[in-house]
Protein backbone atom coordinates (compact mmCIF):
# COMPACT_ATOMS: atom_id res chain seq x y z
CA UNK A 1 0.00 0.00 0.00
CA UNK A 2 1.37 3.98 -0.94
CA UNK A 3 1.17 5.88 1.56
CA UNK A 4 2.69 9.63 2.07
CA UNK A 5 2.95 10.44 5.55
CA UNK A 6 3.35 14.49 6.16
CA UNK A 7 4.86 16.00 9.97
CA UNK A 8 5.87 18.77 11.25
CA UNK A 9 2.73 20.88 11.45
CA UNK A 10 1.59 22.28 14.26
CA UNK A 11 1.08 25.83 15.89
CA UNK A 12 3.51 28.89 15.28
CA UNK A 13 3.29 32.66 15.67
CA UNK A 14 4.29 35.22 13.05
CA UNK A 15 7.68 35.20 11.87
CA UNK A 16 8.44 32.14 13.36
CA UNK A 17 9.65 28.69 11.39
CA UNK A 18 8.43 25.29 10.93
CA UNK A 19 9.70 22.32 8.71
CA UNK A 20 7.37 19.61 7.39
CA UNK A 21 8.22 16.40 6.12
CA UNK A 22 6.84 13.67 4.02
CA UNK A 23 7.98 10.42 3.98
CA UNK A 24 6.81 7.84 1.78
CA UNK A 25 6.26 4.22 1.70
CA UNK A 26 5.25 0.95 -0.72
CA UNK A 27 6.61 1.83 -3.14
CA UNK A 28 10.03 3.82 -3.85
CA UNK A 29 9.48 7.48 -4.93
CA UNK A 30 12.91 8.31 -6.03
CA UNK A 31 12.37 9.02 -9.57
CA UNK A 32 9.15 11.19 -9.41
CA UNK A 33 8.26 14.79 -8.72
CA UNK A 34 7.45 15.90 -5.67
CA UNK A 35 5.34 18.81 -4.53
CA UNK A 36 3.83 20.40 -1.93
CA UNK A 37 -0.02 22.21 -1.98
CA UNK A 38 -2.06 23.41 1.05
CA UNK A 39 -5.55 24.50 1.40
CA UNK A 40 -7.19 26.93 3.98
CA UNK A 41 -10.49 27.03 4.82
CA UNK A 42 -12.99 27.66 1.93
CA UNK A 43 -10.02 28.01 -0.24
CA UNK A 44 -9.15 25.83 -3.61
CA UNK A 45 -6.02 23.81 -3.28
CA UNK A 46 -3.33 25.35 -4.22
CA UNK A 47 0.45 25.06 -5.41
CA UNK A 48 3.39 26.32 -2.66
CA UNK A 49 6.32 24.09 -4.09
CA UNK A 50 7.75 21.56 -6.32
CA UNK A 51 10.98 19.53 -7.28
CA UNK A 52 12.37 17.10 -9.40
CA UNK A 53 13.62 14.14 -8.93
CA UNK A 54 17.18 15.00 -8.94
CA UNK A 55 16.57 17.89 -7.11
CA UNK A 56 18.06 19.91 -10.00
CA UNK A 57 15.21 21.44 -10.18
CA UNK A 58 12.59 23.75 -7.50
CA UNK A 59 9.84 26.03 -8.21
CA UNK A 60 7.53 28.12 -5.70
CA UNK A 61 4.24 30.05 -5.61
CA UNK A 62 5.22 33.49 -5.62
CA UNK A 63 3.19 34.14 -2.60
CA UNK A 64 6.22 31.79 -0.09
CA UNK A 65 9.10 32.66 -2.72
CA UNK A 66 12.34 33.51 -0.48
CA UNK A 67 10.42 32.14 2.74
CA UNK A 68 10.00 28.09 2.14
CA UNK A 69 12.83 25.78 0.89
CA UNK A 70 11.81 22.45 -1.13
CA UNK A 71 14.05 19.78 -0.57
CA UNK A 72 14.29 15.84 -0.68
CA UNK A 73 16.42 12.86 0.51
CA UNK A 74 15.79 10.06 -1.95
CA UNK A 75 17.47 7.44 0.77
CA UNK A 76 14.97 8.29 3.19
CA UNK A 77 12.10 8.81 0.55
CA UNK A 78 11.19 12.07 2.07
CA UNK A 79 10.33 15.27 0.72
CA UNK A 80 10.91 18.74 3.33
CA UNK A 81 9.65 22.08 3.04
CA UNK A 82 11.09 24.44 5.11
CA UNK A 83 9.10 27.29 6.07
CA UNK A 84 10.84 30.63 7.36
CA UNK A 85 9.00 34.20 8.33
CA UNK A 86 5.53 32.43 8.45
CA UNK A 87 2.65 34.62 8.06
CA UNK A 88 -0.92 34.72 9.29
CA UNK A 89 -2.01 33.70 5.31
CA UNK A 90 0.25 30.61 5.21
CA UNK A 91 -2.56 28.93 7.61
CA UNK A 92 -3.45 25.70 5.68
CA UNK A 93 -3.33 22.10 5.52
CA UNK A 94 -0.17 21.16 3.95
CA UNK A 95 0.00 17.66 1.37
CA UNK A 96 2.62 16.93 0.03
CA UNK A 97 2.22 14.84 -3.72
CA UNK A 98 4.04 12.82 -5.96
CA UNK A 99 3.93 12.33 -9.75
CA UNK A 100 5.61 12.12 -12.78
CA UNK A 101 6.89 15.65 -12.76
CA UNK A 102 6.77 18.42 -9.95
CA UNK A 103 4.13 21.49 -11.69
CA UNK A 104 2.11 23.37 -10.30
CA UNK A 105 -0.76 21.14 -11.37
CA UNK A 106 -2.84 19.17 -8.79
CA UNK A 107 -3.59 17.44 -11.66
CA UNK A 108 -0.21 15.68 -12.64
CA UNK A 109 -0.04 14.40 -9.03
CA UNK A 110 -1.25 10.73 -8.38
CA UNK A 111 -0.41 10.10 -5.05
CA UNK A 112 -1.77 12.48 -1.89
CA UNK A 113 -1.22 12.82 1.81
CA UNK A 114 -3.40 13.46 4.42
CA UNK A 115 -2.58 16.87 4.87
CA UNK A 116 -0.83 18.69 8.49
CA UNK A 117 -2.31 21.84 9.66
CA UNK A 118 0.07 24.69 10.27
CA UNK A 119 -1.86 27.56 11.94
CA UNK A 120 0.65 31.06 12.08
CA UNK A 121 -1.21 33.88 14.78
CA UNK A 122 -0.51 36.61 14.93
Known amino acids: QVQLVESGGGLVQVGGSLRLACTASGRNFSNNGMGWFRQAPGKEREFVAG????????HYADSVKGRFTISRDNAKNTVYLQMNSLKPEDTAVYYC???????????????WGQGTQVTVSS
Open 51 to 58: INWRSTMT
Open 97 to 111: AAGDTSTSSPRDYAY
